[in-house]
């Protein structure tokens, strides 16, 4: 899909395992898709990475969820409706904010329509001149990390745990396996859908920035994800985190180490020099 205004790399599941390296005007872009090992249904999570104009990049993870019967269709229908959208801006001056904010509100009324339970979530990263901005629903997440390994940014899952994290009520580590971690109170498929739009944040050259789905979030704790991305080259560190996963959800870690078979969507940006 792509127009004069976008040029988009569509990752919809329709393969065990999907990735991609994308060297773009902004930075590279690493994309990783794999269906979870123990299941025989497709994957359920879809990414984007769309070009848009000459110095614009929007990037999305979308998690269908799980148990719903059409997790698949939504999650597929959300990133293509970004897409859609997006690719009918002008390529001169196209206004992403309200374009991506349209999009998603398209993308639930699309999903309600579908009319058999289904559900998703999705994380939207939108990057312009160094400039990055999250877009969120649901409990798929996007960081953003120095290469010291501070993190500079991470949104909130729409979930209890997330919010008891961000209040500080519970420990990042412990929330990984709390038997809550999967409860959502927003997700593109409800008529109470609502998008939580992050602060504008300038990225340091060797910055990273990920978006993942909770196939990620589930196996492994956030210092190794930070340690296993914060430098070396991009696509080393997708593949690690896609190792480092495998491990996990084989039930091949340590006993008091996370592991729960899912899905896994990883989408990893860093800028250009």
């Known amino acids: 899909m792509s127009s004069p205004a976008a040029?988009?790399?569509?990752?919809?599941?329709?393969?065990?395992?999907?990735?991609?390296?994308?060297?773009l005007p902004q930075g590279q872009v690493c994309v990783r898709s794999l269906r979870a090992p123990d299941k025989d249904t497709p994957n359920e999570d879809a990414a984007a990475v769309i070009q848009v104009g000459d110095g614009s990049l929007v990037l999305a993870v979308a998690d269908g969820v799980g148990g719903t019967p059409a997790g698949r269709e939504a999650s597929n229908a959300t990133v293509q409706t970004l897409c859609r959208v997006l690719a009918g801006l002008p390529a001169d001056t196209p206004q992403l904010r309200p374009a991506i904010l349209d999009a998603v509100e398209?993308?639930?009324?699309?999903?309600?329509?579908l009319a058999r339970g289904a559900a998703t979530t999705v994380v939207i990263a939108e990057l312009d001149a160094n400039r990055l901005r999250s877009y969120h629903v649901g409990d798929s997440e996007l960081v953003a990390v120095g290469q010291r390994g501070r993190i500079k940014h991470r949104i909130v899952p729409h979930s209890p745990t997330g919010f008891a994290v961000e209040a500080g009520l519970l420990d990042a580590d412990e929330a990984v396996q709390h038997d809550q971690r999967h409860v959502l109170f927003n997700v593109?498929?409800?008529?109470?859908?609502?998008?939580?739009?992050?602060?504008?944040?300038?990225?340091?050259?060797?910055?990273?920035?990920?978006?993942?789905?909770?196939?990620?979030?589930?196996?492994?704790?956030?210092?190794?994800?930070?340690?296993?991305?914060?430098?070396?080259?991009?696509?080393?560190?997708?593949?690690?985190?896609?190792?480092?996963?495998?491990?996990?959800?084989?039930?091949?870690?340590?006993?008091?180490?996370p592991c729960k078979p899912d899905d896994l969507t990883v989408v990893l940006f860093r800028g250009r020099r």
């Open 106 to 113: 398209e993308a639930n009324k699309k999903v309600l329509g």
């Open 188 to 257: 593109v498929g409800s008529p109470d859908m609502r998008v939580e739009v992050g602060p504008a944040l300038q990225l340091a050259i060797h910055d990273t920035v990920l978006l993942a789905s909770d196939g990620l979030f589930d196996n492994l704790f956030i210092d190794e994800i930070i340690d296993t991305i914060r430098s070396g080259p991009l696509g080393d560190a997708a593949d690690r985190l896609v190792e480092r996963v495998r491990v996990r959800m084989n039930g091949e870690g340590a006993a008091e180490e």
């Open 7 to 23: 040029q988009v790399r569509l990752y919809l599941g329709a393969r065990d395992a999907e990735s991609g390296e994308h060297s």
